[in-house]
């Protein structure tokens, strides 16, 4: 647990801290992610307009994490739009500690459907394999296979059936098609002033 | 983690901690996201955290509400120095410089923008005047 997250299950015992902090935060891992799957897409503000039905303009409205007006119909529409599934539901505050600690764009990222390993059509098979691998390799190993946070979705399609590129990503040898820029590489001129 | 620093006065006082006080808790609260946010995941991946003002290095934080903050800040400001490589980079921080708000597209205090590129100055000139963030609950 990061220093951030030991203030916060601190702060978090006021109740009117823990709610406006949440709802605050939710707004911002929204539009983040939102703009996370947009650039995995490839895809302009204009172009997910357009696959979304709305203006450019609106697009980037909801990118923004001091856009609070969300309505589950706007939502929907852009889960379509990105070919992903929206996931509504309560959740207790101990799992905040642990989205907020894991706030990146990878655990962020998700693979539309036609990269979602689940439904790639050698999935039965490899799940075969896998298994039979499984029996002999230890399942701290395993577990990154599958993991959300392992990957971008180009990376997770190439990644989803290969144990051994897995095992590579583990011990860290393997890159990322979408890593964060480093330091070094960010620069004051990347922010522009807008009204 | 990017480490956050506030600034401090010729009195060594934290002024960016006795603004955040003056705060009502909703506000302070709505700031300590955006904070987090910002020491958790850099400046690059949330959309909107960061605005650049007219004043060179200096960038707004932008926290919505009634009235909307916008605390003046700067990356680092100083610069490292790889020594494997020799390549120079700004360290990896931000400085916050000046408590402000934004009322009918003012700032207040006026010039806030301003006086946060002078006292980015004065830090380069003399780095005891910062010290670590102070967290205000």
Redesign the interface.
């Known amino acids: 647990m990061s220093e951030l997250t030991k203030n916060l299950r601190e702060e978090f015992k006021d109740k009117e801290t823990r709610h406006i902090y949440a709802e605050d935060f939710l707004n911002t891992l929204i539009a983040t992610q939102l703009k996370v799957l947009r650039e995995d897409h490839e895809w302009t503000q204009t172009q997910l307009a357009q696959e979304a039905g709305m203006q450019q303009e609106r697009i980037s409205v909801l990118e923004n994490i001091n856009y609070e007006s969300w309505s589950v119909k706007t939502l929907k529409r852009l889960a379509k739009a990105l070919d992903v599934r929206l996931s509504i539901k309560f959740e207790s505050f101990g799992s905040f500690l642990k989205d907020f600690d894991s706030f990146n764009r990878e655990t962020l990222q998700c693979p539309s459907f036609e990269d979602d390993p689940a439904f790639q059509e050698k999935s039965a098979e490899d799940a075969a394999s896998s298994a039979a691998i499984a029996s002999s390799t230890p399942a701290s190993h395993l577990r990154l296979i599958n993991s959300p946070m392992m990957t971008t979705a180009a990376t997770q399609r190439s990644l989803a059936f290969s144990l051994p590129v897995a095992l590579e990503i583990e011990s860290g040898k393997a890159t990322t098609a979408n890593q964060p820029l480093s330091v070094a590489e960010t620069t004051p001129s990347m922010y522009r002033a807008t009204a | ?1 990017w480490e956050l620093y506030d600034y401090l006065n010729e009195r060594g006082d934290n002024e960016i901690a006795e603004w955040t006080r003056t705060l009502q ?2 506000q302070r ?2 700031l ?3 904070l ?2 910002l ?16 004043v060179e ?1 200096i ?1 707004k934080l ?3 509400g009634n009235p909307k903050l916008r605390p003046m800040l700067c ?1 680092g400001p100083f610069g490292l120095t790889d020594v494997t490589t020799g ?1 120079h ?2 360290e ?1 921080g931000f400085t916050l410089l000046v408590g402000a708000k934004e009322i009918s597209w003012k700032y207040e205090p006026k010039d806030a923008d301003i006086e946060a590129g002078i006292r980015r100055v004065k830090v380069l000139t003399d780095p005891k005047r910062r010290c670590k963030h102070e ?1 205000i ?1």
């Open positions: 983690m808790k909703p609260i709505k300590r996201v955006k987090d946010t020491a958790q995941a850099g400046p690059d991946l949330p959309p909107g955290l960061l605005m650049k003002t007219e290095y960038y932008k926290v919505q990356f390549k980079r700004l990896h967290r609950n």
